[in-house]
């Protein structure tokens, strides 16, 4: 079965700074990757995945994610954060031959003026 | 247009209490998606409907745990005996395709439940 190992539980940024969210994979078929976002009191809501093709993908919000197949990683970037990304962060793996979507433990990002 | 709904939003049950919790899927949605977060962790899987089919309960943690979906619109997830581990929170999704993770699932507010 595949899993998830989000490497920082918390990231405390300056507004406008560039940040980085690490997330980790093992799998041994074919996965789809997702990152999602929950705001406090919120339900979880998409920021972007990877399914095929490009391993560069665009998200909401100015995110954007890297799959990196050698490495097993899936990163979140964005190159400046606004108090308004203050929220938890959360990677999902799901392989592509059965139906069981794994989240990671979530990286609760804090933006500070 | 309307999301996935949960009610309701905070639940507060004594030991040994039966709770059900609702979650309205977004009209049309064909697959619905039970989920377990605990505090401090990521979401858990715990059953999926394809319509009123329930085709994977692999991840409910005992029986006392038990999920429906009788029209394939409206979901029930029902807790008997509740105990101080299933204290968590409880979300729901839907998906407007087949069950499959390649589209995107709409998560609702979720339901805190708290077990005393």
């Known amino acids: ?113 | 247009g309307a999301g996935v709904s949960q009610s309701p939003r905070y639940k507060v049950a004594k030991r040994g209490q039966d709770v059900a919790l609702r979650c309205d899927p977004i009209s049309g949605h064909v697959s619905l998606f039970w989920y377990q977060q605990a505090l401090g962790q990521g979401p858990e899987f715990l059953t999926y409907f394809q319509n009123e089919a329930q085709l994977d309960k692999s991840g409910l943690p005992s029986d006392r745990f038990f999920a429906e979906r009788p029209e394939g619109s409206v979901s029930t997830l029902k807790i008997q005996r509740t105990q101080q581990e299933d204290s968590a929170v409880y979300l729901c999704a839907s998906s407007p395709n087949r069950v499959s993770f390649s589209y995107e699932q709409y998560f609702g507010p979720g339901t805190r439940l708290t077990v005393t």
């Open chain 1, 1 to 113: 079965a595949q899993s998830v190992t989000q490497l920082d539980s918390q990231v405390p940024v300056f507004e406008e700074a560039p940040v980085e969210l690490r997330c980790n994979y093992s799998s041994s078929v074919s996965v789809y990757l997702f990152w999602y976002v929950q705001y406090p009191n919120q339900g979880l809501q998409l920021l972007l995945k990877y399914l095929s093709g490009s391993t560069l993908v665009k998200g909401i919000n100015g995110f954007e994610a890297e799959f990196n197949k050698s490495q097993t990683s899936f990163h979140l970037r964005k190159p400046s954060v606004h108090i308004s990304d203050t929220a938890e962060y959360f990677c999902a793996v799901s392989d592509t031959d059965n139906n069981d979507m794994r989240f990671g433990a979530g990286t609760r990002l804090t933006v500070k003026p």
